[in-house]
């Protein structure tokens, strides 16, 4: 493991800002989609059609799902923040190499280089 490799403090400097803007709008929408969710309704009624009964499990399905998606970028986001703040953003969490800034230019939030992405994929 590599551990003597360190980001250029200036360029944390706003790349910490964009993980914190992008982490609070995750959550604004986040919240969003979870008061959309059909099962939240306080006019909802027990009393529905089939139909309206289908529509509903879709749209709640649908905002549990998009909930879900934006909970595990929410916690890549804060995964980087802290990597910021301990010192060891743009090293990968799993092999402690450098991560390709091609990589975080394209995906700040991320926490492993392409290879061990790709392990853990298979």
Do not use: W
């Amino acid at each position: 493991m590599n551990n003597s490799v360190v980001f250029p403090k200036s360029l944390l400097i706003p790349i910490k800002g964009f993980l914190q803007n992008e982490l609070a709008r995750l959550r604004k929408t986040k919240h969003s989609i979870e008061k959309s969710d059909p099962f939240m309704n306080s006019d909802r009624t027990v009393q529905n059609s089939v139909e309206e009964d289908v529509d509903e499990q879709i749209g709640h399905n649908e905002t549990q799902a998009k909930a879900k998606f934006l909970s595990k970028q929410i916690v890549q986001f804060r995964k980087a923040l802290a990597r910021i703040k301990i010192g060891k953003y743009g090293v990968c969490e799993r092999c402690g190499q450098m991560i390709d800034t091609d990589r975080l230019a394209v995906r700040p939030e991320i926490t492993l280089c392409i290879s061990c992405s790709k392990e853990m994929d298979d």
